[in-house]
């Protein structure tokens, strides 16, 4: 079972110094649209020959994994998931629901 985060926990999480790796599985036109700070983007096509670049965000951090509204972000840990990686965590809702619930300023697209 994948974990999953709501925006405002994840905020908090942010904020109180937790160690997590936000790994943002979009396309790259849309973290140009929008992103939060931070976060690292790898493609969601990209992700299987990126696993030990994975593993070495993983090996220092949780890692959240973030899509547009959370679908694909899923899909993608439940991949990494059979790939052998655990503690993962979904961002519910995605960038989508950060921005209308945690940060305004970051652009709904």
């Known amino acids: 079972m994948i974990a999953q985060i709501e925006p405002t926990e994840l905020a908090s999480a942010l904020k109180s110094g937790r160690t997590l790796a936000l790994l943002d599985v979009r396309e ?60 993962l965590i979904n961002l519910r809702g995605g960038i989508d629901a950060w921005s209308r619930q945690v940060d305004p300023t970051v652009p709904i697209y």
Request: aromatic share 6%; proline share 5%.
């Open 28 to 87: 790259p036109w849309e973290v140009q649209q929008a992103v939060i700070a931070g976060s690292i983007n790898m493609p969601m096509q990209s992700v299987p020959q990126s696993l030990e670049a994975i593993r070495k965000l993983q090996s220092d951090a949780e890692l959240v994994v973030i899509c547009h509204h959370g679908a694909r972000s899923m899909y993608v840990a439940q991949f990494l998931q059979h790939q052998g990686f655990d503690d």
